[in-house]
């Protein structure tokens, strides 16, 4: 049974690949998370990637990290919150994202 939930567990974090870097935190200690917290931090990208506003609200309170930190370290397939939501089409959890970090609309639209 122990196998069976390692392998599913690689899988999912082969779809999505999770490092977080939060202040105090430095890049070597990321990969030695609690397995809790990795999970929780697992779903808040694949919240983002489903783009399920209530999911996303779900899954940060559980991580207990708020929207601005987890804006300047969670990496979810290599990209911040904001871009994996985009680059995934999750225009409502893109939204979500801008407004509880912050985001200036100028990062959010190309000048011309």
């Not at 049974?1 to 070597?28: C, E, P, Y």
């Not at 708020?66 to 680059?87: E, H, I, K, N, P």
Request: glycine share 8%.
């Amino acid at each position: 049974m122990q196998k069976v939930n390692s392998v599913i567990r690689s899988a999912l974090l082969a779809g999505t690949a999770v490092v977080a870097t939060f202040s105090g935190i430095s890049s070597a200690q990321a990969g030695n998370l609690p397995e809790a917290m990795e999970d929780k931090l697992v779903a808040v990208c694949q919240a983002i990637k489903d783009d399920s506003r209530i999911e996303l609200h779900r899954a940060v309170k559980d991580s207990g990290v708020s929207y601005r930190r987890l804006a300047r370290g969670l990496v979810c397939d290599g990209m911040d919150m904001y871009t994996f939501a985009m680059q995934h089409g999750a225009d409502n959890t893109g939204a979500v994202i801008a407004k509880r970090t912050n985001l200036e609309e100028q990062s959010l639209t190309a000048k011309q």
